[in-house]
């Protein structure tokens, strides 16, 4: 059996906001939707401070609290343990946003524009509407897939597939020779708050 991880390497991002792009171009995420963040802190005191930053997605977990709060089932989990949102199915009651540790939900009423209002509506604009709406829709929970519909091509999620610094690694957890697996044991890696019993299947490898 596949269970698809991410792991990432804070020794290589250095928080250029490619990943964060790269996903919003994917997925035509509408203003103020992140699927794919960078959150950047400071560590120390001056002149011995260090600055790191922190991409986060959805963490796609084992045992993901969105799935155990959805009233209607519209929260699957997929073939691969991949955590997705059947759209039809959603009621738009946000106890998946509320429910999730990690911040990764986010409720669209309507697709907005990212222009100043009164700006003609281009053609891009049109398409980009209708793909979100099609993909995604509209006054329901949205989130990252992982790109699932990368996987059978072979492909990589966009994030992945687009940083500069090779510094994520996108993969099979069941694989024991496999690159993400081998990464987590030989780089000390681990998920953001273990202790919540989530079991997240993103894992980050130490900044130093």
Not at 21 to 40: D, E, H, L, Q
Not at 84 to 99: D, F, H, R
Request: net charge positive.
């Amino acid at each position: 059996m596949t269970r698809y991880g991410m792991v990432i390497d804070l020794k290589r991002c250095y928080g250029c906001y490619a990943c964060v792009t790269s996903c919003k171009a994917k997925n035509f995420t509408p203003p103020g939707v992140m699927w794919a963040r960078v959150i950047k802190g400071e560590t120390g005191k001056y002149p011995n401070t260090i600055r790191q930053a922190l991409p986060v997605l959805c963490m796609h977990c084992e045992e993901p609290s969105c799935l155990t709060v959805c009233p209607t089932g519209a929260t699957q989990q997929e073939d691969g343990g991949i955590v997705t949102v059947e759209k039809s199915k959603c009621i738009g009651c946000s106890y998946c946003k509320m429910a999730c540790p990690y911040g990764a939900r986010y409720m669209v009423e309507e697709w907005k524009s990212y222009f100043p209002d009164g700006c003609p509506e281009t053609e891009y604009e049109i398409f980009a509407k209708a793909a979100w709406e099609d993909k995604s829709g509209t006054g329901v929970s949205t989130k990252c897939d992982f790109c699932k519909d990368r996987i059978p091509k072979g492909d990589l999620p966009a994030c992945v597939k687009a940083c500069p610094a090779n510094a994520r690694t996108f993969g099979d957890l069941d694989d024991p020779q496999g690159e993400v697996v081998q990464l987590i044991k030989k780089g000390r890696g681990s998920p953001l708050h273990p202790e919540l019993g989530n079991e997240p299947k993103v894992y980050y490898l130490p900044p130093r």
